[in-house]
């Protein structure tokens, strides 16, 4: 089992500068190699305080350079924004500089609020993240590649600056589209998948949801890697636990609130925090979540471990404006205590499954 920490880089009013939240990633990066998680991710989003990454890429170029060995991952590039031709040439960039510590997560995007300031049409982002998909995998696997398609003509193009991951980087593949996340199981490319802050019935829908795309294309899920993007806190301080849940609750009214199209915004920037349709209490959240004491959180992680079957789990960390001090001792937290135990349970699962398995072979 892999653990990562998701980055989201929120500023959540004017309190916050944008150089100290982004300087916060950065550290946050650093703490979790500290820690011993096995990668860094970074979202991309634009125009509004949901997310100060404008590129991701450039995050995992920096923070390369102030790391050794922790992976860092994009989460996810939002192909339709960007021409691909220039992506693949900072892929290789990315790549080259981390010396060979990139995961690539790709993604169509969501938000219209976006969309309309590229002057991409919303409507267009599946056909066109289908395209650059393809364009993606022929740059990085030919060293001259040509393109034909309905929304973008290349001629015999070659990317100066290769990947050192042959023939690429791994390939992350987030959707809400089955067909997607079908082609990159296709593929043999990995899934991010989440079940927001709902609970246990959640995650076993995500895991029937995945087992029937996966049969579709004749495959097991159990045979795919995918990673689960989760929230989940450790702690016996109720104000810190009830921080990083209303810090959660904050992240996704702002992003329903893009998503479904009725952002508000006094100032053209920050973008209001109002309850939606899916909104949830503080309490509900909790039962909901990973959430509570250290043993707590183990024992609900490794239930829903046992449901969903994930290869790898992205922890939340910068949501909002919880406090940096406090986050950095949780990552240390999760390092030392939450996820070696986790780690030791599921061995000592498997090693039970190994025995059951060899003696139910012997015929006596």
């Not at 300087?23 to 949901?50: D, I, K, L, P």
């Not at 192909?79 to 040439?89: E, K």
Request: hydrophobic share 40%; proline share 4%.
């Amino acid at each position: 089992m892999e653990f990562g920490v998701f980055i989201l880089a929120q500023q959540r009013g004017y309190h916050q500068s944008s150089q100290q939240v982004i300087n916060n990633a950065v550290e946050q990066t650093v703490a979790a190699e500290a820690a011993g998680f096995n990668t860094a991710w970074y979202a991309e989003h634009h125009f509004n305080n949901y997310s100060l990454c404008p590129s991701p890429l450039m995050m995992v170029a920096h923070c390369a350079g102030l790391t050794k060995r922790i992976r860092l991952g994009t989460a996810v590039c939002v192909l339709p924004l960007y021409h691909p031709a220039r992506l693949l040439g900072e892929i290789g960039f990315a790549d080259t500089v981390s010396g060979g510590r990139l995961d690539l997560g790709i993604g169509s995007g969501y938000q219209q609020f976006e969309f309309d300031r590229f002057g991409v049409n919303l409507t267009d982002s599946h056909s066109l993240f289908a395209e650059f998909y393809e364009i993606l995998e022929a740059g990085m696997r030919e060293r001259v590649f040509s393109y034909h398609g309905k929304h973008l003509q290349m001629p015999p193009t070659a990317i100066a600056v290769r990947t050192v991951q042959k023939p690429m980087p791994p390939i992350w593949v987030t959707s809400g589209h089955p067909e997607t996340l079908g082609r990159a199981i296709r593929d043999n490319h990995n899934l991010f998948v989440t079940a927001l802050l709902n609970g246990l019935d959640a995650v076993k829908a995500l895991r029937e949801r995945l087992e029937g795309i996966a049969a579709k294309e004749g495959r097991s899920i159990d045979d795919v890697r995918f990673g689960f993007l989760r929230c989940g806190y450790a702690s016996d301080n109720e104000s810190e636990i009830t921080s990083y849940l209303d810090n959660a609750r904050f992240q996704r009214r702002v992003s329903e609130s893009l998503k479904f199209r009725r952002a508000q915004s006094e100032d053209g920037y920050l973008i209001k925090e109002e309850a939606g349709p899916n909104d949830m209490s503080l309490e509900t959240m909790r039962k909901n979540l990973p959430v509570g004491s250290v043993n707590q959180v183990i024992d609900r992680l490794l239930e829903e471990i046992s449901v969903l079957k994930p290869s790898h789990i992205a922890l939340q960390t910068q949501l909002g404006d919880f406090d940096q001090k406090t986050m950095l001792r949780q990552i240390e937290l999760w390092g030392s205590k939450i996820i070696p135990a986790v780690r030791r349970e599921l061995s000592g699962t498997a090693s039970s499954a190994h025995a059951k398995h060899d003696s139910e072979g012997v015929v006596a």
